[in-house]
Structure formats: structure tokens, C-alpha cells
């Protein structure tokens, strides 16, 4: 008995981290609908797993269900996104302040400094890689400040605000602006000049608001299609080779 909950368990989460996945790289785009039954086909899992992975995923504001008629990746709150970037520049302020009154400057400030001050800019890097370092970098300073429960808040808000922010990291103008204003925020942090650090980060993070408030569905699409487009020719590659 324990056995079959425990496998059961596993599918569940196996589904849960597919669907995810699908949402985050446009597979599944705001608006999309379907059903438990086209879920369960394409995973090759019974409706109980894909349900309680669906339900999860309800839970955590991605998916909404339909009456009768399946389930909904959620459409985009612009509103609401307006509110976590609140929360988020809030939250990482927050921290600043905390990591300059340490008596130590922690090693995530010396790792954070030699990622985003690189030699040269050819050792910069690019794509998804960019997106993840960028990421990484506002958890891990948050983490550094060593408040528990303010960590665990900023990464939920942080996985919130994925799928948008991403759309961010195709403009190269951004990506070069983000090396530059990451810099400028560990030199304030590594003086122990916290409320420069904030103003910088907060600076920061509302340039990349700016960006999603320009964001529409027809540029979700277009994200959407591209990364079809990709797959597609990384298919025919395979069947060459």
C-alpha cells in the first residue's frame, strides 16, 4: 500500500514539474486551455497524478480550472505583477541593510563579484545562462541577509514572476545593463554604503518593470513560436546526425 502512494506520489510530481516547465518555456501560454485527459496522454499518466499535480499547480496561481470544460493557464494579472515587484523591491531593500550591518561580509558578496565583475566582457554570459546567473543573484543576496522566512518569501515571488521576467532577457540593451547595475550594487554592498546599495537595487529592478509593463500577448506568442521554431530544427539536426 505505502508503495503504490509513494509511486502515485512521484507521477504527481513528475507531472507537476513537466506542466511547469511547459508554462515557463511557452509550451503552454496564458490563455491556453485543456484537459486532464490531454495531460495524462502526452505524460503517459493516470487522471489521480494529473489531477493532484493540476490541483498543486492551482494552488500556486499558475493553472485556473474551468467549469466543465477542462483547465487554464492562468492569464496574465498585470496588476498583480505591479504588486510582487513591489514586494520583491521592498524585500531585497530589506536585505541590503541587513548585509552591510553584518560584522563579516559574507562569501556570496566575494562569489556575486567575481560572476558579474568578469575580466573581459567575452567572459560575460548569454541566454538562459544570463537569465539563471540573474536570478541567482537577487535569492542569493537575500539569502545571504539571513532572515529564513524573508528568503522562502522572495523565492515564491521570484518563481511568480519567471515566466514574465525572462521576456526581459531578449534585449541585449538589458542584458548589458544588468552586468553594469549588478556591479554598481556590489560596490555599495562591498563599502557597507547599504542605503546606496538599495537605491541602486531598487533603481534596477524597476528598469526591468519598465520592460514587463511593454510586454503583450502578441510578444508572448512570438516567444512562444520561436521556441517551437527551435525545437523543430533541433529535431531535424537529431534525425540527420
Request: charged letters at 35%; hydrophobic letters at 40%.
Amino acid at each position: 500500500m505505502k508503495t503504490t502512494t509513494k509511486r502515485k506520489a512521484s507521477m504527481a510530481d513528475r507531472v507537476y514539474e513537466a506542466l511547469k516547465d511547459d508554462i515557463f518555456e511557452f509550451r503552454l501560454i496564458p490563455g491556453d486551455k485543456f484537459s486532464e485527459g490531454d495531460v495524462g496522454a502526452r505524460l503517459s499518466a493516470s487522471r489521480t497524478p494529473v489531477r493532484e499535480a493540476l490541483y498543486r499547480l492551482q494552488r500556486e496561481g499558475y493553472v485556473d480550472v474551468l467549469f466543465r470544460s477542462g483547465w487554464q493557464v492562468k492569464p496574465f494579472d498585470f496588476q498583480q505583477v505591479e504588486e510582487l515587484y513591489d514586494l520583491r523591491i521592498t524585500l531585497e531593500r530589506a536585505a541590503m541593510h541587513k548585509i552591510c550591518a553584518m560584522p563579516e561580509e559574507p562569501q556570496t558578496l566575494r562569489t556575486l563579484i567575481a560572476i558579474w565583475n568578469p575580466d573581459h566582457p567575452s567572459e560575460r554570459a548569454v541566454g538562459s545562462t544570463v537569465r539563471a546567473l540573474d536570478e541567482s543573484f537577487h535569492c542569493d543576496l537575500v539569502a545571504a541577509a539571513g532572515n529564513r522566512e524573508m528568503t522562502r518569501i522572495h523565492r515564491e515571488i521570484t518563481d511568480r514572476l519567471r515566466i514574465i521576467r525572462r521576456l526581459d532577457f531578449t534585449r541585449d540593451d538589458r542584458v548589458d545593463a544588468t552586468y553594469v547595475e549588478h556591479a554598481q550594487i556590489l560596490d555599495a554592498l562591498k563599502s557597507g554604503h547599504a542605503a546606496e546599495a538599495a537605491d541602486k537595487l531598487t533603481t534596477h529592478i524597476r528598469a526591468s518593470q519598465k520592460a514587463v509593463r511593454e510586454i503583450t500577448m502578441e510578444r508572448i506568442k512570438e516567444a512562444a513560436e520561436a521556441h517551437r521554431s527551435g525545437q523543430e530544427i533541433a529535431q531535424k539536426i537529431l534525425v540527420k546526425q
